[in-house]
């Protein structure tokens, strides 16, 4: 449940000016203000599952965004039943000058491709249907000019193929994939979000290498172990476990107890396990960029 | 719309270990931990009407309660559908250990008696069916002892007689009402809430003599006049012109537009209609008593 200082769980990224949100608990419009942030290139929505604490600021969303006079269509992405479970939630919000797209959820692990990144939804372990979700950029090979020359590549297709277009020269007829300039894919980068759910080999396997995995750690207290299984949430130890086995980066945590008034008691045994864990907090916000190479 | 340092309208009353809250947008649950105050006492929750920033913050107030494990029934008042959109809204919220009572408005005016106070709704004037409400809290007159002893009452009678109730003498068979030994009725507690809505004469006769009233104040710019009337709201010169009429003891200004950055810019005129007006901010409160006499 909320506190006064401390929202429920969302995550926004903001990427090449296409912002995407997963989760959006009450008060997620009042955090994303504090933050200064606009609404306005939000144009995907993901929910993990459809309890409460993870939808029940859409409807105020939605009318804020109503409000703003948005026309772009906004796309939504969650287990199935999304449809049914908003338009519910709609109730308060019918009118829209917007259109809402629904895409729900089918298979066990699940890619799509959206504004210039891939979102891979994977079923984890909770009491309903939920997700987690892994944000990657991809980033391809670095221009080879000497390949270029050599191969005979006419100059003015040299930038197309750079971008990863196949192109035809227009004088000759001659084809030319991105693969005869490029070299290797280069590492891009990856964010993986996951809450409320028990550890599972899928979360494992999609926050492998990721650059940021944000995580739940619902309780630190050992006698609290019976009641995450019981519940399907995570133990802190266990977000640090699957961090650790996942070779991520860093490692946020999230979705504290209410009666885990202070998480930083558990940091240092969190970090015994897994040295890059950080305590999540309101706001908590951070910049990644490509590798230099 | 909810801003991080101004949450949306809700009043709560306190008043001899039960709670009346009126209005629950987004965020209220968490204003209302701000103030260190327990859900558990809210045994009603009037709508003014259901627009989302009134009614957004239900489905989690409704969740926050249940995970405290109530089981004391909650009673909802509201106007005509509230059944309906309360329900559908519970799609995020369908396993509740209470039950809710719904009591929907039918007369443009009706007085309903609650937990030792009568609360009024009345029919107010917006885009959508909206009430006001004013909570009373009657006082009886004060015990005379002279006509008490005069009338020859029994003194085991006189504490029941003075608490209002009616008494048979179980040894003479004799009724007495406690007409008998009151003298007139003193003047009680009154609080009004008006939000949502143009002037109206409703607003006028049901705020009459309130010892504090709540009221809308949209728009202070007098080029809003025009958007006030539009959509139906208030300006808050219009607020202190019905304060002012209905000589009420005190009016709190609320529900601003988000366009109305300092209200404070508009106070010095509200107090020129109407002295005693005071700029409503998150968690302001006050405490009234009866007159001491």
């Known amino acids: 449940m909320p506190l006064p200082w401390r929202h429920l769980t969302s995550m926004i990224v903001r990427l090449n000016g296409s912002s995407l949100l997963v989760d959006c608990g009450e008060g997620t419009q009042i955090a994303l203000r504090k933050k200064g942030w606009s609404f306005k290139p939000i144009d995907v929505i993901c929910f993990t599952h459809f309890h409460g604490d993870h939808i029940g600021g859409l409807p105020g969303l939605l009318l804020t965004m109503g409000n703003a006079e948005r026309t772009e269509p906004l796309t939504m992405i969650g287990p199935p039943g999304l449809a049914r479970v908003v338009n519910s939630l709609r109730v308060i919000a019918p009118e829209l000058p917007f259109e809402i797209r629904y895409i729900e959820i089918e298979e066990p692990e699940q890619e799509f491709q959206l504004n210039g990144y891939r979102l891979r939804a994977f079923k984890v372990n909770h009491r309903v249907t939920c ?73 494992r396997n999609n926050a492998k290498d990721s650059d940021l995995f944000i995580c739940e750690g619902m309780y630190g207290e050992l006698d609290k172990y019976a009641n995450a299984r019981e519940h399907r949430h995570m133990m802190i130890q266990e977000a640090a476990q699957i961090a650790k086995e996942a070779d991520v980066k860093e490692m946020w945590l999230t979705h504290y107890s209410p009666s885990l008034v202070h998480p930083e008691e558990f940091l240092k045994e969190a970090k015994q396990i897994y040295p890059n864990t950080v305590l999540g907090k309101d706001g908590l916000s951070t910049e990644l960029d490509f590798e230099d190479e």
């Open 131 to 203: 997700y987690g979700y892994s944000l990657m950029l991809d980033r391809i090979g670095r221009f080879d000019v000497e390949r270029a020359k050599s191969a005979g590549i006419p100059l003015k297709l040299w930038n197309p193929l750079q971008k990863g277009n196949t192109m035809t020269d227009p004088d000759t007829g001659k084809v030319y994939t991105p693969d005869m300039v490029l070299g290797a894919e280069r590492k891009g980068l990856k964010v993986t979000y996951v809450t409320d759910t028990r550890p599972t080999a899928s979360i």
